[in-house]
């Protein structure tokens, strides 16, 4: 069974930093794209950044270029983690977070759109604050 787990999200002050993990089991993480998405208080949902299967490539939303980074952890067959690597959070930023699989076929791009994935974890809340 595919299941997406993220966790690490909490209260951060401006400027601050914290990473997001996404633990994902049931598939073999290094053949699929992965995103981040997220979703702010009244906001449509927006995609953060996916990285390629095979690490053939990843991209930023224009938003966090320069400060988040994506990267995963392929631990084996069946399991996995995909991490966003936050820097110099900025308020804009609060939301909760989601990372989603799409079932088949290559979606990872610079656009990053929402319905191209189609399984997605539970989320993790992220408020930056002072």
């Known amino acids: 069974q595919v299941q997406l787990v993220e966790s690490g999200g909490g209260l951060v002050q401006p400027g601050g930093s914290l990473r997001l993990a996404c633990a994902t089991s049931g598939f073999n993480l290094y053949y699929y794209d992965i995103a981040w998405f997220r979703q702010a208080p009244g906001k449509e949902r927006e995609g953060v950044s996916c990285?390629?299967?095979?690490?053939?490539?990843?991209?930023?939303?224009d938003s966090v270029k320069g400060r988040f980074t994506i990267f995963k952890d392929n631990k084996d067959n069946t399991k996995g983690t995909v991490y966003l690597q936050m820097n110099s959070l900025k308020s804009e930023d609060t939301g909760v977070y989601y990372c989603?699989?799409?079932?088949?076929?290559?979606?990872?791009?610079?656009?990053?759109?929402?319905?191209?994935?189609?399984?997605w974890g539970q989320g993790t809340h992220l408020t930056v604050s002072s």
């Open positions: 989603a699989l799409p079932r088949t076929g290559s979606v990872c791009d610079e656009f990053i759109r929402p319905h191209e994935y189609d399984i």
């Open positions: 990285i390629r299967a095979k690490n053939e490539g990843s991209f930023l939303a």
